[in-house]
Every structure is written in structure tokens, then in C-alpha cells.
């Protein structure tokens, strides 16, 4: 467990990536305050952690050294935001993706949170310049964005807002790193970040292949887990370049020139509506009456594979 003294790490927003962070934070010995505005949230939050770390110790699958009962105990919840502020050192908003609702609470720890601590945001896609500009603690704020599930995926992208302080970017990097997540810095801000913006990329062909005729669905998809994804999950796409070479550069000049006149074959901007759009979706439903229990069954395999690769990851490390 964590020294006490290195105080709390606020979750604000139970909901599902709020779980998922409290959960993280925990399992690196961290003690956690769950806030909400709904105190029934809360308790059903608190009891869905017990349920999901209990699982997650009978699977072997439970992050971190301690024991999932010790893990729980590290976490309370609350339904008050003055209580839940009181010896905080880190704060992880998690509250759905709404500028104004955001500005509100951004503008409410403002007022209450001590000169030291970090407000840091879980938003997917809004921009650090509009949600953090005009605060006073504006050099303490920044964006540390996780992948669904953060617990299983442990991805985060940090971005600053202009006037952030280096010294928060570093110490949120470091925290990120003491609870086995794996941040990664972002100079400045751009729309979407970048893990949105190279899984927009890859979409949009995945679309236009199956908008043309190219491929089926179903088959854009094994190109990907059984193709690129078997690569990816080790290696980004700019060392498998260069491992495919005899260096990057030497990549570039055996292929630049096939790889720019492929890219220039590219269509627009999908408008993601109309018959493409239901022609994926019909493929992506199997023929059981019962769909919503296809998207739990796929989720809890997706959880599982996740959490294995996971396991597997930090084993090839060890190598
Ligand atoms: P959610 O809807 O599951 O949970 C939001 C929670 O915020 C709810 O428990 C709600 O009661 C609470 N809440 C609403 N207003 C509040 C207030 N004024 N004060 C305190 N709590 C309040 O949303 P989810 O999916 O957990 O998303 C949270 C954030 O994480 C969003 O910014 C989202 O973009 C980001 N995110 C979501 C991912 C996902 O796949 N769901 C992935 C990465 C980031």
C-alpha cells in the first residue's frame, strides 16, 4: 500500500471509466474517494468493484500485489465534493462527455481544491484549451485519457493544455506509470489526440473497402485480429516499418514510392450513414434472436482476451 501521506486520488463520476480508474489506482495501493453527485450511483459502484475484483482474484487475474479485499478497502465513495476533496493529491474527472457539464465541475474544484493537487481529465475527444481556460489552477490541469477498458487496456494519452505546467505533466506521467498504466505524452493538443485519430484512419478504409466492394465486412475485420492486430499488439506501426527493413529509411526507400501511390488511391471522408453503414451492421449481428446478449458475450470474450495479452505482454518484458 501507499504511504497515507501521499493523500487521496479523487474519482469524480462513478460510471463505468470512473469504476475502471478507481480500480487501477487501487490495485497500485493508492487510497481512492468514488464521488458522484447520485449517491445511489455510488453505492452501486462500490458494490460492482467488489463483484469485479472478486472475479478478477478467482481468474488469477487481479492487478497489482495486494489482495482483492485489501484493494476494496482502499476505496471509499462519496457523495459530497468538499468531503471527497479534503487530502487529495490527484483528481481523475469521469463524468460524461459534455463541455458544459465538464466547464461546471472543472469550475467547482477550481473553488475548493488545494494549491498542489492535479485536475486531470478522462475526456475522450474535448479540447484541454476550452475545458481548462480561465481556471486558477490551470497549471495544475491536464488530459489523461484512457482506452475502454482501462483496466485491461493500459494506454494513456496525456495532453496538456497550453499554460499546464511541465512539472504536471511529469508528475501525472509518473503516477501513471507507479499504477502500471502506460502514458504517453502529447507535445501539444490536437482533435481527436492520436490514438483517436489512427483508429479514425484505419476506419475510414476499413469503410471505403467494404463502401467499394472490395471485402466483406467480417473479412476487413480478420484482416485486422488475425493480420495487423497480431503486430500491433507488440509493436506500433513505425518499428514494425523498420523491422521489416533494414531500418526505417531503408523501408521508406524500398517502398515510399508503392506506399504513396496506394495512399493516393484513397477515397473521401466517409459521411458513416446511410446503406454502407447498415450493410455493416447486419454483418456484424450474428442470427440469434437475443442481440443484446451477443454484445455482452463478445464484451466479457473482448475483457478476457484482453486481460490474457495483458499477461502475456508483461511476460515478453521480462525477456
Ligand atoms: P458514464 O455515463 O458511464 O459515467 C458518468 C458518471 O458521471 C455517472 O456515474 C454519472 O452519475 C456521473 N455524473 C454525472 N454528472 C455528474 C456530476 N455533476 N458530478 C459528479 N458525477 C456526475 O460515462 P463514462 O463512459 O464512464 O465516460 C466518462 C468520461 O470518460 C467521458 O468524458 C468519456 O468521454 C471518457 N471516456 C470514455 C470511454 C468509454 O469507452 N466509455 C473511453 C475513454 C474515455
Request: glycine share 6%; hydrophobic share 40%; charged share 25%.
Amino acid at each position: 500500500m501507499t504511504d497515507p501521506k501521499e493523500g487521496f486520488i479523487v474519482i469524480i463520476g462513478s460510471g463505468l471509466i470512473g469504476r475502471s480508474w478507481a480500480m487501477v489506482f487501487a490495485s497500485g495501493g493508492f487510497r481512492v474517494k468514488l464521488y458522484d453527485i447520485i449517491q445511489e450511483q455510488v453505492t452501486a459502484a462500490l458494490e460492482d468493484i467488489r463483484k469485479q475484483m472478486d472475479e478478477l482474484a478467482k481468474a488469477g487475474m487481479l492487478r497489482g500485489s495486494l489482495s482483492a479485499d485489501q484493494q476494496i478497502s482502499l476505496i471509499s465513495g462519496s457523495s459530497d465534493l468538499k468531503t471527497a476533496l479534503e487530502g487529495t493529491i490527484f483528481i481523475q474527472e469521469c463524468v460524461p462527455e459534455n463541455l458544459e457539464l465538464k466547464l461546471k465541475i472543472f469550475s467547482d474544484l477550481d473553488a475548493h481544491v488545494n494549491n498542489t493537487a492535479i485536475i486531470s481529465s478522462s475526456t475522450s475527444c474535448l479540447s484541454p484549451a476550452k475545458m481548462f481556460n480561465g481556471l486558477r489552477h490551470v497549471k495544475n490541469c491536464i488530459v489523461a485519457h484512457p482506452v475502454n477498458p482501462p483496466y485491461y487496456v493500459p494506454l494513456v494519452e496525456l495532453v496538456p493544455h497550453p499554460q499546464t505546467d511541465p512539472v504536471t505533466v511529469e508528475k501525472t506521467y509518473h503516477l501513471m506509470k507507479k499504477i502500471g498504466q502506460s502514458p504517453v505524452k502529447l507535445m501539444k493538443e490536437t482533435d481527436g489526440f492520436v490514438l483517436n485519430r489512427l483508429q479514425y484512419a484505419v476506419i475510414s478504409e476499413a469503410w471505403r473497402l467494404v463502401q467499394d466492394g472490395v471485402i466483406t465486412p467480417r473479412d476487413v475485420d480478420i484482416v485486422m485480429s488475425e493480420g495487423l492486430g497480431m503486430r500491433y499488439a507488440f509493436l506500433g506501426p513505425l518499428e514494425t516499418a523498420h523491422l521489416n527493413a533494414e531500418g526505417f529509411k531503408s523501408y521508406c526507400e524500398r517502398y515510399g514510392e508503392g506506399i504513396q501511390r496506394v495512399l493516393n488511391t484513397f477515397g473521401p471522408v466517409p459521411n458513416f450513414s446511410g446503406d454502407v453503414a447498415k450493410k455493416i451492421d447486419e454483418a456484424l449481428w450474428d442470427d440469434q434472436p437475443d442481440k443484446s446478449n451477443q454484445l455482452k458475450t463478445r464484451r466479457e470474450w473482448r475483457d478476457a482476451c484482453l486481460s490474457h495479452l495483458a499477461k502475456l505482454k508483461k511476460e515478453m518484458k521480462k525477456e
